[in-house]
Structures are given as structure tokens and as C-alpha cells.
């Protein structure tokens, strides 16, 4: 072989690609094995505190460093209760505004609106935070806080000492943050509804609004909904935001004025100062939980959203 | 439902005033979203621009009481940090994405993509604790350089994806010319086919850095912060959005006042950034 020699270059191409090939596969092993350490590494560390309080963590409602007793209940109350505030508030207003940039604005403002909306989701989330603790808490101490509660306050939600921090404030600023999640794929979805189907729409006599509301939106029904889920997981996640607006209190209070705590926020304000084993592995473990929580939804979201792109490519 | 029936033929007149307010509707809520965004900006510039000053860019932050001072420290401690997790995350995510474009059939294939879909949905928080359970945690030391494999490993399935679109998107004919050529599989893909994609993989490469930089939650517990200047990435360092979230909670008027104009230092960087992907993306598409 190597007396011959044209086929020098191609020896050293061989061996070339097998250097590549080796290097492409290492890539793949380090991300791989990132991704296995992950999830080990997060088991591992709770492991302590899977063992001391086995299931009774994910249904008890004391949080108390003191006594080295934790259950993560509070903390799931209000991760699911604000991320429910956020997801409803920021489909609402998302949906529309993806349906409004995608059918009726006119093309020349559609697309510097859309960059400004997607804007939104640049914004750094300790900005967010700032603002919601420095303008929207005091907005709703004064304001928004006390008039649902003159006009609401029978209801169990919208009773109770007003603060400003709280679950409603954090709901209110996670809708914002997630917002254009919801806009962004909303609109890519409906957008990828055919063209027939709005002209069969027209051709009946209906209006653009009613063409809209019935068959457009009826048709993009799962990406959308695959939309909003995938921002609900950007809800569940978020972290310092939180922190700043909810008032950090591991309890569980019937009202949205009160103070609560998520997942996310407790581990961003207590790891640091804990002291005992069993307390930081007490709070991986609320990590880890917020890992399931996070990759249930999201896949979820996937699958949602993927459907409706194969079916769109399909045709 | 909020829409006439259209059988029974009810008055136009009606049906045109839903139809108005409907779109009256989402009219409403996109001036809404418009105007939350506006609203954070506009007060964010307002706030900052009053105390962001020569001073607060190149002095380091005094002591509780002491008026003035700066996050100079922080500045290049985000820089320093950014820096390294993105030489860590680039080439690993690059070569990913060059993986699955070529070679991205079958279960493994399919496996990692699905890994790199819930990792780019995966809270920073998490990614932060094994960040700290791997770095922090064994050598009992907070450091920057732990904050750097967090934020990598937050990079990562954004890189990947985009790579891995980039490089299918060049044509195969492209491809097929240098093999053609007689090139190797090796000279094909890093001198043809990936300069073919560089715009698109930059632009990954930035809404990466873009992303990080306005991270903070995981730097907590892994570059922790600091007073002073450091540059060791082995030790706890400061680090931009760190400080302004420390400062937002601090009981002290004057860091408020620092809060206000390093997130909107932030902000900048992050447009910035921000601007320069797209601009990648466009120069590319050219």
C-alpha cells in the first residue's frame, strides 16, 4: 500500500474521516452523557431525602429547616396555582393577538409587531422581576388588590390581608413573560392553515372575523393548544422572577393575595443558606420534581405541536 | 358562542358588529402585549439612564452604606463566564447537530433529539443543581466555572437544533459535489457544507449567548458572586445579573438604584445580541 503512490491522498482522506468520525461521536457521547448525568446526578442528590421522607414529601405541608422536616405540598400548590393564573391570563391575550397578526393586521405592521412581541421573551427574567417588585407590586397593593377585593371579596380567592406580593402578582408577571411563547407559536400554526379552507370560509358569505373564529382557529386548534402548554412549562420553570414577586412563604392560603412559594423560588432562595445534608437534598429533590413536572409537559407540548406541522407538510 | 347562528339568517347588521368586535378584541390584546412590553422598556431606560455613569461601568461595588461604586466586576465576570460556556457548548453542539443532520437515523438519533428537546425546555434552576452537585458541591468551592457548564449545558439543545437544520438545509446536491470531487467525508462537511450553514449556526451560537446572559437563577448557588475583582474562573466571581438581582432585594435605596441601571446595561447587551442573530441570519439568507 504504501509503495503505491496515487493512493497516498487517499489514505490520509481515510484517515481523515475516521478522525472525524471519532470526534462527531465524542460530541454525541459528551452531550449523552451530560444529559444521563443529569438526571443521575439530581436522583443522587435527593437521594437522602427520597429515603427520610419517601412519598410523604410530595404530600406534607410543613417546610421547617428548624425542625429538618420538609413536604414539598406548599411549594406544588404554588407553582401549579401561579403557573394557572399565568397560562390563563397569557392564552387569552396571546391567542388573540397571534390570531390578529396572522388574519386582519395588514402585512407591512405585522412583522415589526411580531418582532416586538417576540422582544418580550428576550427580556432578561431578573428585569422582569425588577419591574414587577418595584411597579406591579405597588400597582396592586394600591389598586388592582383592593378593588377585586371590594367588588370579589366574597370569594374565598379575593379575601384575606392584601400584601402586593403574592400569587397573583406572580401569575400576572409570568402571563407577560410567556406571552410570547403563546404569540409566537400560535401564529406560526395558524398561519399554516390552508389557504382553501379560508376562501371556502369567504365563498359561504362569512366574514373574515366569522371565517376566523370558525374554521381557521377551529383547524389550529391542537398547535395552539400545543402552544399554550409549552409556555405553561415556561411558567412552571421560571425562577427568579418569581422570587421576587411572591412573597416566598411555604403555605397554602385559599386567597391569591397571599404569599406563596413555587418550586423554582425556594430553591433560589434557600440553597445557599442551607445547612444540614438532608435539607439541600430536600431541596434537589424539589429540582428533580420540577425536572419531571418540566419534561411531562413539555413532551406533551412536542407532540401537540409536531402533529400539526407533519399534518401541514403532508399535504 | 359568542357568533349568531349563520342558518337562521339573522340580521347582517349583527353578524357585522360581532365580526367588529372581534377583531376589536384581538386588536385590543395585541396593544396590550405591545404595551406591557413598552411599559417594562420605557421604564427600565427612565429608571437606569439617570444612574448608569462612567463610574458604574468601570468601579467596583462598595461596601452596604457606601453610596456609589459600580459592577465593573460584574461585567466581566458575565463576560468571562458567557466566554467559557460558550467554547464549551459551540463545538460539542455544533458537532451534534452535524451528527444528527448526516448520520440522524434510527432510535439513538431519534433519542437524542428527543433529549434535546426536554433539555431546551428544562428549567435553568435544575440545570444549575447538577451544575452545582458536579462542580460545587465535590471541591466544597463555588465558581465561575461551574456557572459556565450550567449555562453550556442551557445552550446546548439550542445549538443543536439549529445546527442541525442549517446542515440539512444545504442542498444535497452541494454535498454531493464534493464527494464528486473525490473529497473525504470530513472535507465535504467542515469545508463545504458547514461554511454553507455558518449564518445560520452563528446565529444559534448568539440566541445562545443572548439567552444566558440574561440567566441568573442558576449563578446562585454555582458563581455565587463577589465583591472584588476575580478572574480566577475557579473562584466565586460576580456576575452582571447576579448583582442586579441581589441589589433588587436588598433593603438599600442607593442599590436599588444600582439594580435599575444594571438591568438596563442588560437589556442593551441582550438586544444587542439579539439584533446581531438576526442580522446574522439575514446577512446569511444574502
Given at each position: 500500500?504504501?509503495?503505491?503512490p496515487?493512493?497516498?491522498?487517499?489514505?490520509s482522506?481515510?484517515?481523515?474521516?475516521?478522525?472525524?468520525l471519532?470526534?462527531?461521536?465524542?460530541?454525541?457521547g459528551?452531550?449523552?452523557?451530560?444529559?444521563?448525568?443529569?438526571?443521575?446526578?439530581?436522583?443522587?442528590?435527593?437521594?437522602?431525602?427520597?429515603?427520610?421522607?419517601?412519598?410523604?414529601?410530595?404530600?406534607?405541608?410543613?417546610?421547617?429547616?428548624?425542625?429538618?422536616?420538609?413536604?414539598?405540598?406548599?411549594?406544588?400548590?404554588g407553582?401549579?396555582?401561579?403557573?394557572?393564573?399565568?397560562?390563563?391570563?397569557?392564552?387569552v391575550?396571546?391567542?388573540?393577538?397571534?390570531?390578529?397578526?396572522?388574519?386582519?393586521?395588514?402585512?407591512?405592521?405585522?412583522?415589526?409587531?411580531?418582532?416586538?412581541?417576540?422582544?418580550?421573551?428576550?427580556?432578561?427574567?431578573?428585569?422582569?422581576?425588577?419591574?414587577?417588585?418595584?411597579?406591579?407590586?405597588?400597582?396592586?397593593?394600591?389598586?388592582?388588590?383592593?378593588?377585586?377585593?371590594?367588588?370579589l371579596?366574597?370569594?374565598?380567592?379575593?379575601?384575606?390581608?392584601?400584601?402586593?406580593?403574592?400569587?397573583?402578582?406572580?401569575?400576572?408577571?409570568?402571563?407577560?413573560?410567556?406571552?410570547?411563547?403563546?404569540?409566537?407559536?400560535?401564529?406560526?400554526?395558524?398561519?399554516?392553515?390552508?389557504?382553501?379552507?379560508?376562501?371556502?370560509?369567504?365563498?359561504?358569505?362569512?366574514?373574515?372575523?366569522?371565517?376566523?373564529?370558525?374554521?381557521?382557529?377551529?383547524?389550529?386548534?391542537?398547535?395552539?393548544?400545543g402552544a399554550?402548554?409549552?409556555?405553561?412549562?415556561?411558567?412552571?420553570?421560571?425562577?427568579?422572577?418569581?422570587?421576587?414577586?411572591?412573597?416566598?412563604?411555604?403555605?397554602?392560603?385559599?386567597s391569591?393575595?397571599?404569599?406563596?412559594?413555587?418550586?423554582?423560588?425556594?430553591?433560589?432562595?434557600?440553597?445557599?443558606?442551607?445547612?444540614?445534608?438532608?435539607?439541600?437534598?430536600?431541596?434537589?429533590?424539589?429540582?428533580?420534581?420540577?425536572?419531571?413536572?418540566?419534561?411531562?409537559?413539555?413532551?406533551f407540548?412536542?407532540?401537540?405541536?409536531?402533529?400539526?406541522?407533519?399534518?401541514?407538510?403532508?399535504? | 358562542?359568542?357568533?349568531?347562528?349563520?342558518?337562521?339568517?339573522?340580521?347582517?347588521?349583527?353578524?357585522y358588529?360581532?365580526?367588529?368586535?372581534?377583531?376589536?378584541?384581538?386588536?385590543?390584546?395585541?396593544?396590550?402585549?405591545?404595551?406591557?412590553?413598552?411599559?417594562?422598556?420605557?421604564?427600565?431606560?427612565?429608571?437606569?439612564?439617570?444612574?448608569?455613569?462612567?463610574?458604574?461601568?468601570?468601579e467596583?461595588?462598595?461596601?452596604?452604606?457606601?453610596?456609589?461604586?459600580?459592577?465593573?466586576?460584574?461585567?466581566?465576570?458575565?463576560?468571562?463566564i458567557?466566554?467559557?460556556?460558550?467554547?464549551?457548548?459551540?463545538p460539542?453542539?455544533?458537532?451534534?447537530?452535524?451528527?444528527?443532520?448526516?448520520?440522524?437515523?434510527?432510535?439513538?438519533?431519534?433519542?437524542?433529539?428527543?433529549?434535546?428537546?426536554?433539555?431546551?425546555?428544562?428549567?435553568?434552576?435544575?440545570?444549575?443543581l447538577?451544575?452545582?452537585?458536579?462542580?460545587?458541591?465535590?471541591?466544597?468551592?463555588?465558581?465561575?466555572?461551574?456557572?459556565?457548564?450550567?449555562?453550556?449545558?442551557?445552550?446546548?439543545?439550542?445549538?443543536?437544533?439549529?445546527?442541525?437544520?442549517?446542515?440539512?438545509?444545504?442542498?444535497?446536491?452541494?454535498?454531493?459535489?464534493g464527494f464528486?470531487?473525490?473529497?473525504?467525508?470530513?472535507?465535504?462537511?467542515?469545508?463545504?457544507?458547514?461554511?454553507?450553514a455558518?449564518?445560520?449556526?452563528?446565529?444559534?451560537?448568539?440566541?445562545?449567548?443572548?439567552?444566558?446572559?440574561?440567566?441568573?437563577?442558576?449563578?446562585?448557588?454555582?458563581?455565587?458572586?463577589?465583591?472584588?475583582?476575580?478572574?480566577?474562573?475557579?473562584?466565586?466571581?460576580?456576575?452582571?445579573?447576579?448583582?442586579?438581582?441581589?441589589y433588587?432585594?436588598?433593603?438599600?435605596?442607593?442599590?436599588?438604584?444600582?439594580?435599575?441601571?444594571?438591568?438596563?446595561?442588560?437589556?442593551?447587551?441582550?438586544?444587542?445580541?439579539?439584533?446581531?442573530?438576526?442580522?446574522?441570519?439575514?446577512?446569511?439568507?444574502?
Amino acid at each position: 500500500m504504501t509503495t503505491n503512490p496515487p493512493q497516498r491522498p487517499k489514505r490520509s482522506a481515510v484517515q481523515a474521516d475516521r478522525i472525524f468520525l471519532a470526534t462527531l461521536w465524542a460530541a454525541v457521547g459528551i452531550f449523552a452523557a451530560t444529559m444521563l448525568g443529569l438526571i443521575v446526578q439530581l436522583i443522587h442528590g435527593s437521594w437522602q431525602s427520597i429515603l427520610t421522607f419517601g412519598f410523604k414529601f410530595l404530600v406534607t405541608t410543613t417546610w421547617n429547616p428548624v425542625t429538618s422536616q420538609f413536604g414539598a405540598l406548599p411549594m406544588i400548590y404554588g407553582t401549579v396555582v401561579s403557573s394557572a393564573i399565568a397560562i390563563l391570563l397569557a392564552s387569552v391575550v396571546g391567542i388573540a393577538s397571534a390570531t390578529f397578526l396572522a388574519e386582519f393586521a395588514p402585512r407591512r405592521i405585522a412583522q415589526p409587531l411580531a418582532s416586538l412581541i417576540e422582544l418580550l421573551a428576550a427580556v432578561p427574567s431578573v428585569v422582569y422581576g425588577l419591574w414587577g417588585l418595584f411597579v406591579l407590586v405597588p400597582i396592586f397593593r394600591a389598586y388592582v388588590d383592593p378593588i377585586l377585593q371590594a367588588r370579589l371579596g366574597f370569594l374565598p380567592i379575593f379575601s384575606g390581608p392584601i400584601y402586593g406580593v403574592g400569587l397573583l402578582t406572580a401569575g400576572v408577571i409570568l402571563a407577560i413573560m410567556i406571552l410570547p411563547t403563546v404569540s409566537a407559536i400560535s401564529r406560526d400554526v395558524i398561519t399554516a392553515v390552508g389557504r382553501e379552507q379560508r376562501e371556502a370560509g369567504m365563498a359561504l358569505g362569512s366574514t373574515k372575523w366569522e371565517t376566523t373564529w370558525r374554521i381557521v382557529l377551529p383547524a389550529a386548534r391542537a398547535g395552539i393548544f400545543g402552544a399554550c402548554v409549552l409556555a405553561l412549562g415556561r411558567a412552571i420553570g421560571e425562577t427568579i422572577a418569581t422570587t421576587m414577586v411572591i412573597g416566598n412563604k411555604a403555605t397554602i392560603a385559599a386567597s391569591l393575595f397571599a404569599p406563596s412559594y413555587t418550586l423554582s423560588s425556594v430553591i433560589a432562595n434557600e440553597f445557599t443558606e442551607a445547612t444540614s445534608d438532608v435539607y439541600i437534598s430536600s431541596l434537589i429533590e424539589l429540582g428533580l420534581l420540577l425536572f419531571v413536572l418540566s419534561f411531562i409537559v413539555n413532551g406533551f407540548a412536542r407532540v401537540l405541536v409536531n402533529s400539526v406541522f407533519s399534518k401541514s407538510e403532508g399535504r | 358562542m359568542s357568533v349568531p347562528d349563520l342558518r337562521e339568517r339573522s340580521n347582517k347588521t349583527a353578524r357585522y358588529v360581532w365580526s367588529a368586535i372581534g377583531v376589536g378584541f384581538t386588536l385590543l390584546c395585541i396593544l396590550l402585549a405591545a404595551g406591557a412590553l413598552l411599559a417594562i422598556l420605557g421604564y427600565v431606560t427612565v429608571q437606569g439612564i439617570s444612574s448608569v455613569n462612567w463610574a458604574f461601568v468601570t468601579e467596583l461595588p462598595r461596601p452596604v452604606g457606601v453610596t456609589g461604586g459600580g459592577v465593573a466586576n460584574g461585567i466581566v465576570g458575565s463576560i468571562i463566564i458567557v466566554g467559557i460556556a460558550t467554547v464549551i457548548a459551540v463545538p460539542i453542539g455544533v458537532l451534534t447537530g452535524v451528527y444528527l443532520a448526516l448520520f440522524g437515523r434510527g432510535v439513538f438519533a431519534e433519542t437524542l433529539r428527543l433529549l434535546s428537546d426536554v433539555l431546551a425546555g428544562l428549567p435553568s434552576i435544575a440545570i444549575g443543581l447538577f451544575a452545582y452537585t458536579l462542580f460545587v458541591a465535590p471541591f466544597k468551592q463555588f465558581s465561575a466555572f461551574s456557572a459556565s457548564i450550567a449555562f453550556a449545558v442551557i445552550m446546548l439543545p439550542l445549538i443543536i437544533r439549529t445546527s442541525e437544520e442549517a446542515i440539512r438545509g444545504v442542498p444535497r446536491t452541494v454535498r454531493e459535489a464534493g464527494f464528486a470531487l473525490g473529497l473525504s467525508r470530513y472535507a465535504t462537511t467542515m469545508k463545504i457544507v458547514v461554511p454553507a450553514a455558518r449564518g445560520a449556526i452563528l446565529t444559534a451560537i448568539l440566541l445562545g449567548i443572548a439567552r444566558v446572559t440574561g440567566e441568573t437563577a442558576p449563578l446562585l448557588f454555582t458563581a455565587f458572586g463577589s465583591q472584588f475583582w476575580e478572574i480566577n474562573p475557579f473562584h466565586p466571581m460576580a456576575e452582571l445579573s447576579l448583582q442586579v438581582f441581589t441589589y433588587a432585594i436588598s433593603p438599600y435605596d442607593d442599590w436599588h438604584r444600582q439594580a435599575w441601571a444594571g438591568a438596563l446595561l442588560l437589556t442593551i447587551a441582550v438586544f444587542i445580541i439579539n439584533l446581531l442573530a438576526r442580522f446574522a441570519l439575514s446577512f446569511s439568507k444574502r
